[in-house]
């Protein structure tokens, strides 16, 4: 086997320091992403990246961004901008490793969280800031001066899943942010993606300065990895639940770890509830529970304490949870594109991994977009037989998903307590 002959990262002009702290994550080779960003962040430019899922972009932006820090250090030096609470607190685990070396101080400001605590954390302007902008468009027009004038002479502003963050629903608070910020070329912007949208373009086309682009894959049918297989369940969609049980326990899957993808954070408090009468170890992870809650599930979760994960789009972006095997469609998107995130939380960097969608009598046009957008027919699957669900299946499920949805309704009127979730699932 050849030595490897390629880029390295002391090649791309990162630290000693920096180096070692990739090694001790076991990153020891850039990816192609890493590759053409990070010599063009040091160099001063603004960038727009564009590559798929686990394609190591966190690297590509922390790690130009920490080796500037180290020369230069000061009150808050840059700020990440993210769509969801989950993303921002992987983001900040990674500049935690990376930056162990430099006496880095970081504040997180999402939704869910104490907001005494954060302004305060604000207030003491830490080096790195990495905020949603609901959160921390909030802080600006409540918290005062005193707690967001350390934004003011910030480095770097990054956009991390730029193209979710561009659009109408987060304009508002997404202008009130970049409002405070430090302008023109006192500041560098990143844009970071695995889908580069013709509003992250629009954005380029729009700058004063010169943008470099970079897109790992400008074909956009080539979205999805290799190494993961796609396939798709015909069913009745009143029988889904009951078809999920059934993959779940089949022999060569009961020791899979999974995410089961649903569309509404309703469906994910029943399938939750569900599995869990099926003894099948379950957390779940969407906008309908606290942040502590959800904290705690995706920890159970990257800790095998559950092997299955039932989640909303919440989870289908960014998120880092190596170990995943497959990932379930029991909810087909909308969105072809959300399809790509959700898939891409398997089959990453290397691996292999599948994928499973449900296909009801209501979904055969989404199918079909989907198979559109990613070049590829999907595979019937066959493991799953009907007379196995009808025979096993149907009857204890249909049970549990009755007495579900009364435990809920009983909740939600206040005639019970939520039950608490047993630790073991």
Same mark, same amino acid.
């Given at each position: 086997?050849? @030595?490897?002959? &390629?880029?390295?990262?002391?090649?791309? $002009?990162?630290?000693?320091?920096?180096?070692?702290?990739? &090694?001790?994550?076991?990153?020891?080779?850039?990816?192609?992403?890493?590759?053409?960003?990070?010599?063009?962040?040091? /160099?001063?430019?603004?960038?727009?990246?564009?590559?798929?899922?686990?394609?190591?972009?966190?690297?590509? !932006?922390?790690?130009?961004?920490?080796?500037?820090?180290?020369?230069?250090?000061?009150?808050?030096?840059?700020?990440?901008?993210?769509?969801? %609470?989950?993303?921002?607190?992987?983001?900040?685990?990674?500049?935690?490793?990376?930056?162990?070396?430099?006496?880095?101080?970081?504040?997180? #400001? =999402? &939704?869910?969280?104490?907001?005494?605590?954060?302004?305060?954390?604000?207030? /003491?302007?830490?080096?790195? +800031?990495?905020?949603?902008?609901?959160?921390?468009?909030?802080?600006?027009?409540?918290?005062?001066?005193?707690?967001?004038? &350390?934004?003011?002479?910030?480095?770097?502003?990054?956009?991390?899943?730029?193209?979710?963050?561009?659009?109408?629903?987060?304009?508002?608070?997404?202008?009130?942010?970049?409002?405070?910020?430090?302008?023109?070329?006192?500041?560098?912007?990143?844009?970071?993606? @695995?889908?580069?949208?013709?509003?992250?373009?629009?954005?380029?086309?729009?700058?004063?300065?010169? +943008? !470099?682009?970079?897109?790992?894959?400008?074909?956009?049918?080539?979205?999805?990895?290799?190494?993961?297989?796609?396939?798709?369940?015909?069913?009745?969609?009143?029988?889904?639940?009951?078809?999920?049980?059934?993959?779940?326990?089949?022999?060569?899957?009961?020791?899979?770890?999974?995410?089961?993808?649903?569309?509404?954070?309703?469906?994910?408090? #029943?399938?939750?509830? #569900?599995?869990?009468?099926?003894?099948?170890?379950?957390?779940?992870?969407?906008?309908?529970?606290?942040?502590?809650?959800?904290?705690?599930?995706?920890?159970?979760?990257?800790?095998? @304490?559950?092997?299955?994960?039932?989640?909303?789009?919440?989870?289908?972006?960014?998120? *880092?949870?190596?170990?995943?095997?497959?990932?379930?469609?029991? *909810?087909?998107?909308? *969105?072809?594109?959300?399809?790509?995130?959700?898939?891409?939380?398997?089959?990453?960097? $290397?691996?292999?991994?599948?994928?499973?969608? !449900? =296909?009801?009598?209501?979904?055969?046009?989404?199918?079909?977009?989907?198979?559109?957008?990613?070049?590829?027919?999907? *595979?019937?699957?066959?493991?799953?037989?009907?007379?196995?669900?009808?025979?096993?299946?149907?009857?204890? #499920?249909?049970?549990?998903?009755?007495?579900?949805?009364?435990?809920?309704?009983?909740?939600?009127?206040?005639?019970?307590?939520?039950? /608490? %979730? /047993?630790?073991?699932?």
């Amino acid at each position: 086997m050849s @030595a490897y002959k &390629g880029p390295t990262f002391e090649s791309l $002009g990162l630290s000693k320091p920096l180096v070692e702290a990739l &090694g001790a994550m076991a990153i020891r080779r850039p990816s192609q992403i890493q590759i053409s960003c990070i010599p063009e962040i040091l /160099k001063g430019h603004d960038c727009i990246g564009g590559a798929r899922t686990g394609s190591g972009k966190t690297v590509a !932006f922390a790690a130009p961004i920490l080796q500037k820090f180290s020369e230069d250090p000061y009150g808050v030096f840059a700020l990440i901008l993210t769509p969801t %609470r989950e993303l921002a607190l992987q983001i900040s685990e990674q500049f935690s490793a990376l930056g162990a070396s430099m006496n880095l101080k970081q504040a997180v #400001v =999402v &939704g869910g969280m104490d907001m005494v605590a954060q302004g305060i954390a604000l207030q /003491k302007r830490p080096h790195i +800031v990495i905020a949603t902008p609901g959160r921390l468009a909030d802080h600006i027009q409540s918290s005062g001066e005193e707690a967001v004038a &350390g934004l003011r002479r910030i480095k770097f502003l990054v956009l991390d899943e730029a193209d979710r963050l561009l659009t109408p629903g987060f304009a508002p608070d997404l202008e009130t942010c970049m409002g405070v910020t430090a302008k023109g070329r006192d500041r560098q912007t990143l844009l970071f993606t @695995a889908t580069i949208t013709p509003s992250v373009l629009q954005l380029k086309d729009s700058s004063k300065h010169n +943008v !470099f682009l970079h897109e790992v894959e400008t074909n956009s049918k080539i979205s999805i990895p290799d190494t993961l297989t796609q396939s798709y369940i015909l069913l009745p969609s009143h029988v889904r639940e009951s078809y999920l049980v059934s993959l779940l326990s089949m022999p060569e899957n009961e020791k899979k770890s999974a995410i089961v993808f649903v569309n509404r954070t309703t469906t994910a408090d #029943v399938l939750r509830r #569900v599995l869990r009468a099926m003894e099948i170890r379950v957390t779940s992870l969407h906008s309908g529970i606290s942040q502590r809650e959800r904290i705690d599930s995706l920890n159970r979760f990257r800790a095998e @304490a559950a092997r299955v994960l039932v989640a909303t789009d919440v989870a289908g972006r960014g998120l *880092d949870i190596p170990q995943v095997q497959m990932v379930i469609n029991f *909810d087909i998107p909308a *969105d072809s594109d959300d399809y790509i995130h959700r898939v891409g939380r398997t089959a990453r960097a $290397g691996r292999t991994g599948e994928s499973i969608s !449900f =296909v009801s009598e209501h979904d055969v046009s989404r199918i079909q977009a989907i198979e559109t957008r990613v070049g590829k027919q999907m *595979d019937k699957y066959e493991g799953v037989r009907e007379s196995d669900v009808i025979k096993n299946w149907l009857q204890p #499920v249909s049970n549990a998903r009755r007495e579900a949805l009364m435990d809920i309704e009983k909740e939600a009127a206040g005639l019970v307590g939520p039950k /608490k %979730r /047993k630790r073991r699932a």
